[in-house]
């Protein structure tokens, strides 16, 4: 089975030489940060790098191969993940972006062990494997694909529910570019910062730190096209520039100098941040 980029003919959020993200159902705003097709473009060259390495991003992820029929499921990651860089040899894959939380509506269980998995859809949630897999053999369009998930995934995601107070502070955290002390979180939730981690880990499989460090991370790179490394570390809050390289390294695995230079060997989630 093949699906061709071109049998999405909808609204997006923004179409590449390789990807194409697509907005979720509005009922799905807090589970799913975007849908992607990527797809081959032969008039343009890819790097001769052979892996892309990915830039750590806390969320999870589907991942639809149609041609052996199976869908992957990355848990949230917080190591730089490579994979093989065929975006001009390999059909067109679709994916299922989640933001933070979304695995564990979609899953109902504790996240921290899928933290840095790779796992089999049918072994986590088989009844939604089967209903996907079995209405795969009806469609043959993305615009399809994308409704058959808009209506699946908002049936899941109302069976578990994340409780506001905590979302709310998990989708602020988010949507900032400071590292967020847990003491004053868990200080406006009236909970201990015991109490506020067990939460983080059961909801997005990491601490509010290790959360917040690696948003943060994801928010800078962003801003790297258009500021210098300097003003970089203090916007950011970093002691100083030997901090920030040493932050940076921890979650990229090489320095921002490096990643600059090498910017083409590199992936990151800029529609999730």
């Not at 093949?2 to 049998?7: A, I």
């Not at 892309?52 to 990355?74: E, M, N």
């Not at 015991?194 to 997005?204: A, D, H, T, V």
């Not at 100098?257 to 083409?264: A, D, K, R, V």
Request: aromatic share 14%.
């Amino acid at each position: 089975m093949q699906f061709h980029v071109d049998s999405y003919t909808r609204e997006y959020i923004n179409k590449t030489k390789h990807h194409l993200y697509i907005k979720p159902a509005a009922p799905l705003k807090k589970a799913v940060a975007h849908y992607t097709i990527t797809f081959p473009n032969y008039e343009l060259p890819v790097s001769d790098e052979p892996t892309l390495q990915l830039i750590p991003d806390v969320s999870g992820c589907f991942v639809f191969d149609f041609a052996r029929g199976r869908i992957k499921v990355w848990g949230p990651t917080t190591k730089v993940v490579g994979v093989a860089n065929d975006l001009n040899t390999y059909p067109c894959r679709f994916f299922v972006e989640f933001l933070p939380g979304g695995l564990y509506q979609v899953f109902g269980k504790s996240i921290r062990e899928m933290v840095d998995q790779e796992y089999e859809l049918k072994n986590l949630n088989y009844n939604l494997y089967d209903l996907i897999h079995t209405q795969l053999s009806k469609i043959t369009t993305f615009d399809e694909l994308v409704d058959l998930m808009d209506k699946l995934l908002c049936q899941e995601i109302k069976k578990h529910p994340i409780e506001s107070p905590i979302l709310d502070q998990i989708e602020h955290i988010y949507s900032q570019h400071i590292i967020q002390r847990t003491s004053d979180i868990a200080h406006t939730l009236g909970k201990s910062e015991r109490q506020l981690n067990r939460c983080f880990n059961k909801y997005i499989g990491l601490s509010v730190k290790k959360f917040s460090k690696i948003v943060t991370i994801n928010h800078l790179i962003k801003d790297m096209n258009h500021k210098n490394l300097l003003d970089l570390t203090f916007d950011y809050s970093y002691f100083d520039q030997a901090h920030f390289n040493h932050v940076f390294k921890e979650i990229c695995e090489t320095t921002p100098t490096e990643y600059i230079e090498n910017l083409s060997d590199f992936y990151n989630e800029f529609y999730k941040f």
